[in-house]
């Protein structure tokens, strides 16, 4: 059974840090992109960062500056690494892969919450 299992997130003060981790696990034959979304109450989930198999990565424009995602190919892990946190960036956080298994699909986690506390 392929899955994604991420972990990481917590409550944390405005201007603090966390790190989101997120592995892989089953039957895969192979991993394209990574990324992470998170989607905030009454709001639709949204793209925070993606990284794809040659370590090319895309951030929004609200996470430039402040967020670093970074993969390790060997262990089928994606991690984000976030920085100067803001309260507008408490959300559950999701973590997304297109995998090979052996046709190629998007899968989902079950999210990790971040909160921020002014």
């Known amino acids: 059974q392929v899955q994604l299992v991420e972990s990481g997130g917590g409550l944390v003060q405005a201007g603090g840090s966390l790190r989101l981790s997120c592995k892989a696990s089953?039957?895969?034959?192979?991993?394209?992109?990574m990324g992470w979304y998170r989607q905030a109450p009454g709001k639709q989930r949204e793209l925070v960062a993606t990284?794809?198999?040659?370590?090319?990565?895309n951030y929004a424009d609200s996470v430039k500056g402040r967020f670093t995602i970074s993969r390790d190919i060997a262990k089928n892990t994606v991690l984000l690494q976030m920085n100067s946190l803001q309260p507008d960036d408490s959300a559950v956080y999701y973590c997304?892969?297109?995998?090979?298994?052996?046709?190629?699909?998007?899968?989902w986690g079950q999210g990790t919450q971040v909160t921020v506390s002014s």
């Open positions: 990284i794809d198999s040659a370590s090319n990565t």
């Open positions: 997304d892969a297109y995998m090979r298994v052996p046709t190629f699909q998007h899968y």
């Open positions: 089953g039957r895969i034959f192979s991993i394209d992109a």
